[in-house]
């Protein structure tokens, strides 16, 4: 389950946490792990990695402290998002994809036999959007496709990617229910057709699934992560909520 940044903080205020939705969240996953779910979970940038990838991205420091400010940044985060997961039961081992992975494109390239290890234990494995460095640069690896490779290497038949909006949103501003990745490969038919514009964030999260699926991946939930209610424990128990489900 990928937490967005646009969940787990204010995106407009700079290392701001929501410490009372991500202790909602935490109940609910509780509740679903005890229910019999094993779930790893996936930070987004959002105040802490964007806006610090944002300040450096150009700016002609050395890329050394670029590196070392970004990485320390989304440490940050991931230690305080697992304090409030071990403050509602739960169990996280914090691991930094910078330390695990090499990213090649889309793809995280991670090694996940320990954090396999860890879920198997009844540990909750996190992992977060990060940088590492790149040939002779540093580049970012995005949560969005940490937890398609992640659910995959893991052997996951979903993925959860909580966010701040309903499910991808069609041209008619209602949510899409289902959306087969052949129809969101059709990018030659006119929006009107197709009924949706997906841009941004968003697009990212569909390229994410496109480059990362597995044979094993059913499908990948969109859902609003800042609603306010049980509806992520209702979707965990199998129930269909407000949401997308993108079918890989
Ligand atoms: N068709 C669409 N349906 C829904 N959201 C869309 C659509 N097109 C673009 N978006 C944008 O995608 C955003 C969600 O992605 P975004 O990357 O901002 O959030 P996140 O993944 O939760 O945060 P982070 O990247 O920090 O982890 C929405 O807030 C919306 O602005
Ligand atoms: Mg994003």
């Given at each position: 389950m990928k937490i967005g940044g646009s969940v787990a903080t204010?995106?407009?205020?700079?290392?701001?946490?929501?410490i009372p939705v991500l202790r909602s969240i935490a109940r609910q996953l509780r509740v679903a792990i005890e229910e019999g779910a094993g779930i790893g979970v996936v930070l987004g940038g959002g105040s802490y990695g964007h806006v610090v990838a944002h300040a450096y991205r150009?700016?002609?420091?050395?890329a050394s402290e670029a590196l070392s400010a970004v990485t320390a940044s989304m440490l940050e985060l991931a230690l305080a998002v697992s304090d409030i997961l071990a403050g509602e039961g739960l169990r996280p081992v914090v691991y930094p994809p910078h330390a695990f992975c090499a990213p090649r494109g889309l793809r995280p390239?991670?090694?996940w036999r320990q954090v396999a290890e860890a879920l198997e234990l009844g540990a909750v494995p996190l992992v977060y959007g990060d940088a590492y460095p790149c040939g002779g640069d540093w580049c970012i690896v995005s949560g969005d496709e940490l937890a398609v490779e992640m659910a995959c290497s893991l052997g996951a038949e979903y993925v959860v990617y909580l966010s701040d909006?309903?499910?991808?949103?069609?041209s008619d501003g209602s949510v899409i229910p289902v959306l087969r990745l052949s129809d969101a490969a059709l990018e030659a038919a006119p929006v009107e057709r197709r009924g949706y514009d997906v841009t941004g964030g968003m697009l990212r999260k569909i390229e994410a699934v496109r480059e990362?699926?597995?044979?094993g991946l059913r499908g990948v939930w969109v859902l609003?992560?800042?609603?306010?209610?049980?509806r992520l424990l209702r979707l965990l128990r199998g129930e269909r909520v407000v949401s997308t489900l993108i079918i890989p």
């Amino acid at each position: 389950m990928k937490i967005g940044g646009s969940v787990a903080t204010r995106k407009d205020e700079p290392f701001s946490l929501r410490i009372p939705v991500l202790r909602s969240i935490a109940r609910q996953l509780r509740v679903a792990i005890e229910e019999g779910a094993g779930i790893g979970v996936v930070l987004g940038g959002g105040s802490y990695g964007h806006v610090v990838a944002h300040a450096y991205r150009g700016s002609g420091a050395p890329a050394s402290e670029a590196l070392s400010a970004v990485t320390a940044s989304m440490l940050e985060l991931a230690l305080a998002v697992s304090d409030i997961l071990a403050g509602e039961g739960l169990r996280p081992v914090v691991y930094p994809p910078h330390a695990f992975c090499a990213p090649r494109g889309l793809r995280p390239g991670c090694s996940w036999r320990q954090v396999a290890e860890a879920l198997e234990l009844g540990a909750v494995p996190l992992v977060y959007g990060d940088a590492y460095p790149c040939g002779g640069d540093w580049c970012i690896v995005s949560g969005d496709e940490l937890a398609v490779e992640m659910a995959c290497s893991l052997g996951a038949e979903y993925v959860v990617y909580l966010s701040d909006v309903d499910g991808v949103i069609g041209s008619d501003g209602s949510v899409i229910p289902v959306l087969r990745l052949s129809d969101a490969a059709l990018e030659a038919a006119p929006v009107e057709r197709r009924g949706y514009d997906v841009t941004g964030g968003m697009l990212r999260k569909i390229e994410a699934v496109r480059e990362n699926q597995c044979p094993g991946l059913r499908g990948v939930w969109v859902l609003n992560g800042l609603a306010g209610d049980d509806r992520l424990l209702r979707l965990l128990r199998g129930e269909r909520v407000v949401s997308t489900l993108i079918i890989p």
